[in-house]
């Protein structure tokens, strides 16, 4: 995540950028920030009867899902992780060269995608 996405999630969500720091991210490798997931995996921000609770704001990990590097790589990635996501599988076909840009514009490394 930005400084930027941080900024904004936490004035959506009326905390202090430490405070949301503290409550929804953790440090990735090399210096980068995440979203914490819930236990099992569950974004911390989905709510299964509403969907995501911070649509308009969410950061490009969100965005970029599930186009990411690492799980376009292969079919057997992709179908481990539809069985996961609900939304996967589901909505508007996009382009070969429109997932292409996504997954390189996910903001993971190929070692650090999952």
Same mark, same amino acid.
């Given at each position: 995540?930005?400084?930027? %996405?941080?900024?904004?999630?936490? &004035?959506? #969500? ?5 405070? $949301?720091?503290? #409550? ?7 210096? *980068? =920030?995440?979203? &914490?997931? &819930? ?5 911390? $921000? ?7 609770? =911070?649509? %308009? ?9 599930? $186009?990411?590097?690492? =799980? =376009?790589?292969?079919? %057997?990635?992709?179908? %481990? ?8 599988? &589901?909505?508007? #076909? ?18 650090? *995608?999952?």
């Amino acid at each position: 995540m930005s400084d930027a %996405e941080i900024s904004r999630l936490a &004035r959506r #969500l009326a905390l202090s950028e430490a405070d $949301f720091r503290g #409550l929804y991210t953790r440090p990735l490798r090399g210096g *980068a =920030v995440s979203l &914490r997931d &819930r236990r099992g995996g569950a974004c911390t $921000f989905y709510d299964a009867a509403s969907g995501c609770r =911070v649509y %308009e704001d969410r950061p490009r990990q969100c965005r970029t899902w599930p $186009f990411w590097r690492g =799980v =376009v790589h292969s079919e %057997e990635r992709w179908s %481990e992780e539809a069985r996961q996501c609900p939304g996967m599988n &589901r909505g508007p #076909l996009h382009s070969a060269a429109a997932i292409t840009r996504s997954a390189a514009a996910d903001g993971t490394s190929r070692e650090g *995608a999952s």
